[in-house]
């Protein structure tokens, strides 16, 4: 981005800010280098998600990964109306403090950064073609936000993966209560039927990959929804990106 700046003057004032504003850890406010960047410490606990990974869910698998798809233990017994599916970080420390941050503490800013965290681990599961689509908020909990949190982290993403970003694809039709404290059949009975495509954007799905981004993914349930709704409306194939995934211990 240019500043419209001389560079001699454009690099001294920069400068001058970073003497001024140095650069903050994202999380714990310390000192660190670069913007946008995590300290030592809160980048040991932040778990991001690296090497064996489920293909379809995101969710770490021990071993080494040797080029070939695997499962976990849940996509091997549910069936996942989405073909692929990858997730940034674990749901849990540093991680999980991000994810409430840009959720519930306004930090909008957390988006840019966030958005790297995700282009970095869709990356096998990217295509030229694909629409990004984000998780929708029901109207009612969009005014009581004011935003929605996957919809800036899809837009951010996007735009650094060079492809097309329908932010309304989707429809949240039912103002379905919290997941939390839900076991997993009772997620999926609560997200049922509760998301639909957009009627005036159906005509951008057929044929199309399209690629749902969320903040976090704990059953698959919301997923799930998203997904069948796409389905249904002519899209050739649909895979998921978390920024955080819910991994069980061990």
Known sequence: ???????????GLRHGLRVL??????????AVSDEFGLCAACWRETGFIRGLVCDTCGAPLPGEDEGRAEHCDDCLTIARPWDRGRAALVYRDTGRRLVLALKHGD????ARPMAGWLAAAAAPILAPDM??????????RFLKRRFNQSALLSGQL??????????DLLQRIRATPSQEGRGREQR??????????????GAAIAGRSVLIVDDVMTSGAT??????????????????????R???DG
């Open 246 to 248: 819910v991994a069980k």
């Open 158 to 167: 996007a735009r650094l993966a060079g492809l097309d970003h329908c932010p």
């Open 131 to 140: 629409l990004v689509t984000p998780i929708p908020l029901h109207w009612r």
């Open 188 to 201: 999926f009975e609560n997200m049922a039927e509760a998301i639909r495509v957009n009627p005036p954007r």
């Open 21 to 30: 504003f140095p650069p903050q850890c994202l999380s714990c406010g310390g």
């Open 223 to 244: 997923f799930a929804a998203a997904a069948e709704a796409l389905r249904a409306a002519g899209a050739a194939s649909v895979s998921v990106l978390a920024l955080a």
């Open 107 to 110: 930090r909008q800013d957390l």
């Open 1 to 11: 981005m240019q500043s419209g700046l001389p560079g001699g003057l454009g690099r």
